[in-house]
Every structure is written in structure tokens, then in C-alpha cells.
């Protein structure tokens, strides 16, 4: 039993570092932990709540891949005309971003019995959103004189 020192004693014993390791492993969000360990909630302050989480969101860095030093004549091979907009002036500057989608498989965790729990998906915050833009353009269905994208609409008074 588990009073007797015997297996269930050491596996309660890690009860803490293998959540903590769960925790950490799986990427878990406060929703997360909350929905696959309700009694974490139960009498838990936000504070301690936050306490068993994995830190801050770690950074991604975006590349800037065009340079306002390129010049443009006519109809270059980018595709964008200088007078694109049809106005008699030139088109305005372009600003292109290189990005890589973040979308990966978090490890196993391995329990007490050699079994394997606890593998999810992740996927980056941005980088999903800015692909989900850019599909139309990556399958081709978009053709090439809409190869702009709006995706910043005016403020609405």
C-alpha cells in the first residue's frame, strides 16, 4: 500500500516534479492546467496559479526580407507596377517579412509503468495567423495581380 514505503509512496513522493515536468513539457496555459487538473483551481489564487507555469512567451524574431534601396521600373520582376493603384503617382513602398511557422509535437511524457501520456500540438500565436494571410498565395489560387494583402482594416468611429 502506500503507507508501507512501497511504489505508490515514491510515485506520490513526484507527484509535484512530474507535474511541474507535465507542466512544463507540454507547454501547458493556464486554461490548460486548469482543464486537465480542475483541482488546481479549487481554493488557488491567480498568483500560485501562475507560479506553476512555464515563464513568459518566449520571443520570435521576424526578418524583414526587402529593402527600401531596391529600385523598381516599370513592371519589375516582383510583379508590382510603379503606378499600381492607377492614381499617376508611384506605388508606395513594400515591406516584406520572412517567417518560419511554428508548429511542432511536444515530447512524451513517461510514466511510473514505462507508458508514454501527454503529447500536443503547438503552434506558434502569430506565425499561424500570418500563414493562414498568406495561403492563398502559397497554394496559387491567388493570381499575381492580388498578391497584396490587407490585413490592417481602418479604425471604424
Keep these: 500500500g502506500r503507507g508501507d514505503g512501497g511504489p505508490g509512496a515514491a510515485a506520490a513522493g513526484a507527484g509535484p516534479s512530474l507535474f511541474r515536468a507535465y507542466v512544463e513539457g507540454q507547454r501547458l496555459n493556464p486554461a490548460d492546467v486548469l482543464r486537465e487538473f480542475p483541482s488546481t483551481g479549487q481554493g488557488a489564487s491567480p498568483s500560485a496559479l501562475c507560479a506553476v507555469l512555464p515563464g513568459a512567451i518566449a520571443p520570435r524574431y521576424y526578418s524583414v526580407s526587402s529593402s ?41 511524457l513517461t510514466l511510473a ?17 500570418l500563414e493562414a494571410l498568406c495561403a492563398p498565395f502559397l497554394s496559387g489560387s491567388a493570381g499575381r495581380s492580388s498578391s497584396s494583402s490587407s490585413s490592417f482594416s481602418s479604425p471604424r468611429r
Excluded at 71 to 93: R, V
Excluded at 94 to 99: E, G, I, P, Q
Excluded at 113 to 129: H, K, S, V
Design 113 to 129: 509503468g514505462g507508458e508514454e501520456a501527454g503529447r500536443r500540438r503547438i503552434g506558434g500565436l502569430a506565425t499561424r495567423r
Design 68 to 108: 527600401p534601396l531596391a529600385e523598381t521600373d516599370g513592371d519589375d520582376e516582383d510583379g508590382y507596377d510603379e503606378d499600381e493603384f492607377g492614381l499617376g503617382e508611384p506605388a508606395p513602398p513594400r515591406l516584406t517579412v520572412a517567417f518560419s511557422v511554428v508548429d511542432y509535437l511536444t515530447p512524451p
